[in-house]
C-alpha cells in the first residue's frame, strides 16, 4: 500500500525560468541545453524532498516505485525513471533528480524494475504492452521516460509502438538498441543523413542505417565521453534528437556530472512544456 501522500511545495512560478526565455526556436537537432540554469530555489533544496513510496501490480507483476508528486504539477507531461542493471529507483533519490524535477513542477515516478530493488522477480513477455500498462496504472499522462542501459530493453519496444504516447524520451546508453534495426518509415519523410549524427558517433553507426524518421518524439540522447556506443549513434538519427555527450563521462554518465544532467533535463523539460500548451492551444484541447 501507498504511504501517506505529502505535497511537495513547487518554487514559485516567479522564481522559476519560463519556457519563453528557454530554447523554444531552435530545431530540436541544434536545441540548447545549457541555456538555462537550473534555479538555486530549486538545486540547494532538492535533498530535502522525500518521495512516497507505493506498489502497483502491472500484468501480474508486483513493482515498487518511488514518487514525487507536487503541488500544482505540470498537468501537460509526466516523468517515468527506469533504471540500469546496477540500480534501482533509489538512485535516483540519492542524485538529488526527484527532488530537483518535484521542485521544478513535475509529477514523476521512478520504479524498481522486476527482480531489482524492491520489486520481486519475474518474466515480461511483451515488454511494449508491460510499458504500457505502467504508464496506465500510474496514471502518468504523457509520460517522459528516462532510460538508462538496461531498461533500453523495455523503452525501446515501447518507443517503437506507441511514440505517439510519450512526451519525450531520454535514453541514456540503453541496450537493446537493435530493435530499431527492425524499423523502415514508410511514412515518406527522409531518412536523417549519417553526416547529421553527432560525429564521434558515427563510427558507431551500422552499415544499413535504418529510416527511423516516422519515430519524431522529442529526444535527449544522453552519453558519456568514454561511452560512445551504437545505441546512442542509433538514436540520434530519430529526427527530434539532440546528442548530449558528458565530458569524461562512463556508462552511467549522469553519475559522473549531476549538474549537467539535472540542467539538461530543465531545458529539456522546458521546452516539452512549451510545446505542449502550443499543440493543445492550437487543437483547443484544455
Known sequence: MASEEKKTTVVPRNDLDQPSS????????????????????????????????ATVVVDDLTVFYREVNPEGACTDLSVLMLHGAAFKSETWFNLGTLGMLGLMGYRVVAIDMPGFG??????????????????????????????????????LPF?????????G?????????????QVQCDTGDAPVDKSAVHP?????????????????VPTLVVFGEHDRGTSSAMLHLLPNSVAVEV?????????????????????FLLRLRHELKVTTTATGGS
Open 22 to 53: 528557454a530554447d523554444i526556436k531552435s530545431a530540436w537537432r541544434s536545441f540548447n541545453y545549457k541555456k538555462l540554469n537550473v534555479p538555486s530555489s530549486v538545486s540547494s533544496t532538492a535533498n530535502q524532498v522525500k518521495p512516497t513510496e
Open 118 to 155: 524492491n520489486s520481486p522477480d519475474g518474466k515480461i513477455p511483451d515488454k511494449a504492452a508491460f510499458v504500457q500498462h505502467l504508464v496506465a496504472a500510474l496514471h502518468l499522462q504523457r509520460p517522459v521516460i528516462v532510460s538508462p542501459s538496461l531498461s533500453g530493453q523495455l523503452s
Open 159 to 167: 518507443l517503437i509502438k506507441h511514440w505517439q504516447q510519450m512526451a
Open 169 to 181: 524520451y531520454v535514453p541514456v546508453a540503453p541496450v537493446g538498441w537493435n530493435v530499431l534495426e
Open 200 to 216: 564521434p558517433l558515427q563510427v558507431h553507426l551500422p552499415k544499413q542505417i535504418p529510416n527511423l524518421s516516422c519515430i519524431k
Open 247 to 267: 565530458p569524461h563521462g562512463r556508462h552511467p554518465a549522469y553519475l559522473d556530472n549531476p549538474n549537467l544532467w539535472h540542467q539538461a533535463l530543465y531545458n
